[in-house]
């Protein structure tokens, strides 16, 4: 799908088991070359050299891959079109380990069919850190922001000032939040909510947002955080002993999520309130 000139939306789906089917959005960029923001589980690469086909590229013409992060449905199909047409890949320092040496990802963060997923390792060409600006074409220009929470070393990138690929930084509300740091989530959606001029926001686990539906759903976000961050509270307060699976099931329950209760990502979700120590940090005197 078109957003804008340049600017392109490709939906892939996938399944994490045979019974739990999902998608994830890749996004291309265009200009003299192809840009690609994260590549979709492995196998996507068909995917997108159809589409690149259908607007006029080709396979070859990608000369970079950005990937917000190391998850297997954000790289999976990386390694492959990199071997194909030796593009250069641009990702956090912070996740390069994982990138590179994908046995070692799933030693870490096992999941269901890690292997189905992400089956090559990539090489990381370029790491990159906070305020870099990269200049692509004489047109074409990205900013890095990093924006953790979800993952330690989640990136997101701003096109020529204006265009925001945020990966899975903006949780979704009625989809399952996932994060591993409850509050460098937050503070990753203020920074977010705080840039100037965004035409549109393009996360990877939902459309896109116009400007002003891309502040809401960052303050829809940032909420439903708090809450879940509340209903822990709450529960700890009142049963100081609870084990983790005790909790998780208790917070499933008051805040009606019982689908996710099969996911452990979600536990990990829940127990970043207990982990990292979350109430203690005072983020409300952070301006959140």
Known sequence: MKICEGIHQLKIDFYVTSEIKRFVYVYIITGHYCYLIDTGVAGSEKVIENYLESIGYHLDDIKAIFLTHAHPDHMGSAGMIQKKTGCQIYASY????????IDQQFQERPIPNFYQLLQLSVHVNYTIEEDMLIQLEDSLSVDII??????????????????????DAIP???DIPIYTDALESLFSLEKLYQLP???????????YYSSQMGKIKIQEAKKLIQNI????????????????????????N???????KENPLFLKT?????????WVKSYHSRML
């Open 172 to 174: 979704v509300v009625g």
């Open 146 to 167: 990093q924006t953790p929470g979800h993952s330690e070393g989640c990136i997101s990138f701003l096109f020529n000032k204006r265009i925001l690929m945020c990966g």
């Open 254 to 260: 008051q805040m009606k999520m019982h689908s996710f």
């Open 94 to 101: 912070k996740e390069k380990e994982w990138m590179e040496d």
């Open 197 to 207: 001029s965004v035409d549109y926001y393009c996360p990877a686990w939902d459309n």
């Open 229 to 252: 961050g509340e209903c822990v509270r709450e529960f700890i307060s009142q049963e100081r002993s609870l084990d983790d699976h005790e909790l998780f099931d208790k917070v499933c």
């Open 270 to 278: 829940i127990l970043s309130y207990r982990n990292d120590n979350y």
